[in-house]
């Protein structure tokens, strides 16, 4: 999931006025699983990353997330 995200973020995404993702997966507190297992953390390897992309600068980023949070 992480590359998915890394390679979303290389992208040029100027053509468009906002970025949505919508994430259905199992979780702890503050991480999402990706589908080999790791855990990937929500702000550090999703929303920073998210803000750090140079064409999604000054534009709204909506991210969904639909997993448990564990105990």
Known sequence: MKKIIDDESRLDHSHYDAFILFMMSHGSNGHIFGNDGNKVNIDNDIASV?????????????????????L
């Open 50 to 70: 998210l803000r750090s992309c140079p064409s999604l600068v000054n534009k709204p980023k909506l991210v969904f997330v639909q997993a448990c949070r564990g």
